[in-house]
């Protein structure tokens, strides 16, 4: 499709087979994956955005083009619970202000956390061969699955929280974590009457 007007009105569903945007479509529905069917949604090297992708059959989200420049951002809270595959070298681009949950996602691409300081991306078991990016103030929570993978962390934004939400000391993440990635300039802070102020790139993990 080259426009949101070519899959007329309502929000949309895939049972299957590939959805492909080859010009830059923005809409505001949601995308409905019906249980136990696998869909593919190919970018096609151009940045399209929907509300969400929800429901609980398999996603793999791809860039045919095979320049990288393919990118699917999502505004909403990402809820759909079937498998997730980001296929190199797509990105796709979680953007909401909410809670999102991502179990075992397969990620050899790019998976962009993005959104502001109340966004939380719950994200277990994730098997990271190309780059999970923090690029804001967002939250990305891990449990008791290790990630595992040949890929990395690269936090390119100003704030990031990496946290395990697990109450137990068990949890790994065994990819390198980059802190810095996009040289963001996070100043040394200042000292007021006594109080120091840290600058502004913050980075916990704990």
Sequence with gaps: ISADGDLGSGNITLAGGTLQTNATVTSSRIVALTTSTNSTFDTDGVSSSYANFSGAGNLTVTDSSNTGNGNLTLSGNFTQSGA????????????????????????????????????????????INGNLILN???????????TTGSGQ???TGNGADITNVNTS????ITNSIVLNANNVAG???????????????????G
Aim: charged letters at 0%; zero cysteines.
């Design 169 to 172: 000391s068990t949890g790994n």
């Design 187 to 205: 100043g040394a802070g200042n000292l007021t009457s006594g109080t120091y102020a840290p600058g502004k790139f913050v980075v916990s993990i």
């Design 136 to 146: 804001s103030a967002a939250r990305f929570n891990f449990n008791t699955s290790a």
């Design 84 to 127: 997730l595959t980001i296929a190199s070298p797509a990105t796709l681009t979680l953007n909401g202000t909410g809670t999102g949950n991502l179990t075992g996602p397969t990620i050899n691409g790019n998976l962009t956390l993005s959104g502001t300081g109340s966004s939380i991306y719950n994200i277990f078991g994730a098997a």
């Design 153 to 155: 962390i690269l936090v």
